[in-house]
């Protein structure tokens, strides 16, 4: 599956139907009055939060949303049909952004919830609604009105409570793969993982949380270099930052010391806030001999004394690994989400004034 977490899209709302003019035809009744009936309401674009949606790739292909429109009212007091709204799904963890504006409209971080992004036109009123004591026998009308008219950016940030950070190859696809049910794709080359992936750590006493596999960083990733810092926005909302290191790099690529100042100089430029997250630091490949050596000179050189050494290999040091991450992450709670989100309840208010009708 492709993976796709940007994408821009125009919304449009449906016009509302036109309210009719007319007046009651009945035999034996020689003075019928008005009965032309109210037009439907256009249909909404509504974008909803799925948990069985992993990438916006499905809009990639399809950027024009177009909501149906009202029908118009009837005779005999008979309204219009309203229009359905057109569902938008999308992964949960998706922002969206006013394209012109750059405004935030909403950020969907919950299963279920809905914004109304492209709100549909109301329907017109009919003759009958003008009648009064007075204005016995109407002829005017109303027009439906036309629906809202946006483009937007979509662009996802995937919810996790740790986040695996790292040089190419140090072993961050193996690591997920063990403390999780997880299945990146593992190989003995860089750049193997090329797009982040997810998966589930459970512990004892019933106690979970989710870990993200970010694709390797090196030197000028901020810049572009290699895959450049794209995927860092997946670890933006994270609590914890899980630092791997890889204490037997290949021939010619940086110490482990060396590796581990690299990329976190990659996040200080990408982001303050995010090089400011809890960080465990972690020393991988200790199946291999002379660890101790390598482990000590590590944890000198990059001056993390702490640091836990593990195997992703072997399975060394996993447990004592997700219990020190439970701690943190206990320690680091996360920001308080909206609960009990209604559909009605989620409309973005308009940023920019609708278009005059939908081409």
């Known amino acids: 599956m492709i993976f796709v977490d940007e994408a821009e899209i125009e919304v449009r709302g449906g016009r509302g139907g036109d309210g009719c003019v007319s007046f009651r035809r009945e035999k034996y009744v020689p003075k019928g009055g008005p009965d032309g009936g109210d037009g439907g309401h256009g249909g909404s674009v509504i974008i909803e939060a799925c948990p069985d949606v992993n990438t916006l790739v499905d809009l990639v292909g399809h950027s024009i949303w177009v ?9 005999a007091n008979r309204s219009g049909k309203s229009a359905r709204d057109v569902i938008i799904r999308v992964p949960v963890g998706t922002l969206i952004y006013d394209r012109e504006s750059g405004a935030l409209l909403r ?9 109304r992004v492209g709100r549909g036109g109301r329907g017109g009123r009919g003759n009958a609604a003008f ?3 007075t204005h016995q026998s109407p ?14 950016r979509l662009e996802l940030k995937l919810l996790a409570d740790v986040g695996v950070i790292g040089m190419p190859n140090a072993g961050k696809s193996t690591l997920v793969s063990r403390v999780s049910r997880a299945r990146p794709k593992i190989a003995a080359y860089p750049f193997t993982t090329l797009v982040p992936s ?3 750590v459970e512990l004892s006493g019933f106690r979970r949380f989710v870990i993200a596999d970010i694709p390797g960083l090196i030197e000028g990733a ?3 270099a290699g895959l450049g810092d794209q995927f860092l926005r997946h670890i933006e909302r994270t609590r914890v930052v899980l630092h791997l290191v890889d204490l037997f790099p290949f021939e010619g690529a940086p110490r482990p010391w060396e590796a581990y100042r690299t990329v976190r100089r990659e996040l200080e430029k990408y982001s303050a806030a995010l090089a400011g997250k809890p960080e465990l630091v972690v020393a991988n490949k200790i199946d291999l001999q002379q660890h101790e050596a390598a482990l000590d000179e590590f944890r000198r050189e990059s001056r993390n004394p702490d640091a836990i050494a593990i195997s992703g290999v072997s399975g060394a040091g996993l447990t004592e690994l997700c219990e020190r991450l439970w701690q943190l992450l206990a320690a680091n709670p996360a920001e308080a989400l909206p609960i009990g989100v209604r559909p009605e309840d989620a409309s973005c208010e308009p940023s920019i004034a609708p278009n005059a009708s939908p081409p």
């Open 67 to 75: 909501a149906p429109s009202g029908r118009p009212g009837q005779g």
């Open 222 to 224: 901020h810049e572009g």
């Open 198 to 200: 997810l998966g589930i």
């Open 139 to 152: 002829r005017e009308r109303e027009l439906g009105e036309p629906g809202e008219v946006r483009r937007l």
């Open 107 to 115: 950020d969907l971080r919950v299963a279920g919830q809905r914004a």
């Open 131 to 133: 009648a009064g004591p």
